[in-house]
């Protein structure tokens, strides 16, 4: 257990963080996941409009630092060449 008051403080203030990251991280995991279920249905209408949402969620999130922006890109490139083959 910590032993000065800005210690104590600080693990507070981590607990926070932790739990913020958690649901931003389970947030971003649901929108990649609506994506993929567009996806495998073949609904292409369906998956362009979970991409838009889900590219916002993860823009956000590299911005705030939950994921590294090369992640973030990396993540968005997989997905969307995906969709592309399900147009053509």
Do not use: P, W
């Amino acid at each position: 257990m910590a032993n000065t008051k800005s210690a104590k403080k600080f693990i507070i203030k981590s607990k926070k963080n932790r739990n913020r990251n958690l649901s931003n991280r389970s947030m971003l995991k649901t929108f990649i996941k609506k994506v993929n279920i567009a996806i495998n249905k073949r609904n292409i209408s369906e998956a362009l409009f979970a991409f838009k949402n889900m590219q916002k969620c993860i823009d956000r999130q590299s911005i705030k630092g939950l994921i590294h922006k090369n992640k973030a890109a990396r993540c968005k490139s997989k997905i969307f060449r995906r969709i592309s083959l399900l147009i053509n």
